[in-house]
């Protein structure tokens, strides 16, 4: 994405020795959500950010409370698999990026998330899009 414009911002987090994560921020730094899942290599994380960014209109988020009574949010893309238990492995690809302590907050928070991968989903039809990664 070009510097100069102001939007939401996908980073890769390194995570351990060798694996990576990623984060969307807002265009002010504040965190958006992160992921779950871990990759092996910029190629492998491409293509899981590719398919959230396409799949977003049919995550399922969920609100929940944190053991520290914080509420947090997760997100799951839909199962493509009809494989017998497959459905009960299925974890979250998103989540919060930190607590919050009142539900509406939090909504927002899914909110916010979701209108950054829109955001970025617009992004990649825009004509003239240089083929920076991580798309």
């Known amino acids: 994405m070009s510097a100069d414009r102001r939007g939401p911002r996908l980073l890769t987090v390194p995570v351990g020795d060798r ?34 960014i396409i799949e977003r209109t049919a995550l399922r988020c969920t609100v929940g409370q944190s ?29 919060s990026a930190r607590g919050y302590l009142r ?13 950054g991968l829109q955001r970025l989903g617009q992004d990649l039809r825009r004509p003239g899009r240089d083929d920076a990664w991580p798309f």
């Open 67 to 95: 053991e520290a009574r914080l509420w947090v949010w997760a997100a799951y893309l839909p199962l493509r698999t009809t494989r017998p238990g497959a459905a009960d492995a299925a974890g979250p690809v998103a989540r």
């Open 103 to 115: 539900r509406d907050q939090c909504q927002a928070g899914v909110t916010g998330f979701l209108a």
């Open 19 to 52: 694996a990576l994560s990623w984060t969307l921020r807002a265009a002010n730094g504040r965190q958006l959500g992160v992921g779950v899942r871990t990759y092996r290599g910029e190629a492998e994380l491409a293509d899981a950010i590719r398919e959230l």
